[in-house]
């Protein structure tokens, strides 16, 4: 069953922390997206890539880092730098550059205690 | 800075009503946009794109370049359309494809 996995589901952070947050695909897509979704403020981009070993800063990419290791996987890290984590986070991945359907994953909520 | 505009958090009608739900953009001559809608304990999921002037589940976009808008638009709702609907335009630039959205419109259709 093809698609994006996004684990965890809900992910606990202490002040000062830093958390990586996974999101793997077996779609065979070339671009990956991480989002950052807050109550009425839609979807911001934080880091997206196109291909491996290559990722470029969205909109909001202060206090996050991300890598492009396999084609596969795009994990994000909320480093401590990031002011306001808590949040819920949506990787995506589409198939080639000119193509913009996105195939989303569940998400991953992170709160920080 | 580019932006995507949904005037409205929460669009409520009945079951049967015309519905409409608004998307403007900061900039024109777009040659692609998109709705996405989020149902209920589901995943974020592509509904339409403009470029395939396709209508599904009874939906249907219109690109109106003059008045940079991309409302979404179906003549009968039904209760099953209750979900999350967000407008997303693509960003420009940077030779990547990547996808601003909106804030989103909830779309409430009571029986």
Same mark, same amino acid.
């Given at each position: 069953d093809g698609g994006i996995t996004q684990s965890p589901k809900y992910l606990f952070r202490k002040e000062g922390q830093n958390v990586t947050l996974s999101c793997e695909q077996n779609?065979?897509?070339?671009a990956m997206y991480w989002y950052r979704q807050d109550p009425g403020q839609g979807l911001r981009l934080i880091y997206y890539s196109q291909i491996v070993n290559d990722f470029q800063k969205g909109d909001?990419?202060?206090g996050y880092s991300v890598s492009?290791?396999?084609?596969?996987s795009f994990p994000l890290t909320v480093t401590?730098?990031?002011?306001?984590?808590t949040a819920f986070y949506l990787c995506a991945s589409n198939p080639?550059?000119?193509?913009?359907g996105y195939t989303f994953g569940s998400g991953t909520r992170l709160t920080v205690v | 800075a580019q932006r995507v505009t949904q005037p409205e958090k929460l669009l409520s009608v009945f079951k049967g009503a015309p519905v409409e739900l608004k998307c403007n953009y +900061?900039?024109?001559?777009?040659p692609e946009l998109f709705w996405y809608v989020q149902y209920s304990r589901q995943r974020l999921q592509l509904?339409?794109?403009?470029? +395939?002037?396709e209508s599904i589940k009874g939906f249907t976009a219109d690109l109106n370049k003059g008045e940079t808008s991309f409302h979404l638009k179906k003549p009968f709702a039904q209760e099953e359309d209750s979900a999350m609907y967000y407008c997303a335009p693509p960003s420009l630039g940077g030779g990547y494809n990547k996808l601003i959205f909106g804030a989103g419109t909830r779309l409430a259709v009571h029986p």
């Open positions: 779609l065979n897509h070339d909001i990419a202060e492009r290791e396999k084609k596969e401590s730098a990031q002011k306001n984590p080639q550059q000119g193509d913009y | +900061s900039y024109s001559g777009s509904l339409l794109r403009h470029i +395939s002037r």
